[in-house]
């Protein structure tokens, strides 16, 4: 059984950090592009990142870029995402997904955990 589990989210004041965590089980996760989403209130799923099987190439949304880092641990099974310089704007339930989403995201089938919030507020 295919499962992502994520970890790290909560309350960060503006202009903080944030370091959150996927742990994927169930498939040869090496072998796959990862990706984190993210969903505010009322809005839909939107793509913020995706790093490549080598872990060397990442790509992200541009108004994400420079403040958030993607990375992973293959040896350990794990995607990660360094949230820094977090504004209002980036509260929001983010979510890791199997494979390189971003013009796929809001299709069906998208393979994601559960999620972890993430508030931004003094």
């Known amino acids: 059984e295919v499962q992502l589990v994520e970890s790290g989210g909560g309350l960060v004041q503006p202009g903080g950090s944030l370091t959150l965590s996927c742990a994927a089980s169930?498939?040869?996760?090496?072998?796959?592009?990862m990706s984190w989403v993210r969903q505010a209130p009322g809005r839909g799923l939107e793509w913020i990142s995706t790093?490549?099987?080598?872990?060397?190439?990442?790509y992200y949304l541009d108004s994400v870029e420079g403040r958030f880092t993607i990375s992973r641990d293959n040896a350990k099974n794990m995607l990660y995402l360094q949230l820094n310089s977090l504004k209002s704007e980036d509260a929001a339930t983010y979510y890791c997904?199997?494979?390189?989403?971003?013009?796929?995201?809001?299709?069906?089938?998208?393979?994601r955990g559960q999620g972890t919030q993430v508030t931004v507020s003094s």
């Open positions: 790093i490549l099987t080598d872990g060397n190439t990442a």
């Open positions: 169930g498939f040869a996760f090496s072998t796959y592009h």
């Open positions: 997904a199997r494979g390189a989403v971003s013009t796929t995201v809001n299709k069906p089938g998208l393979v």
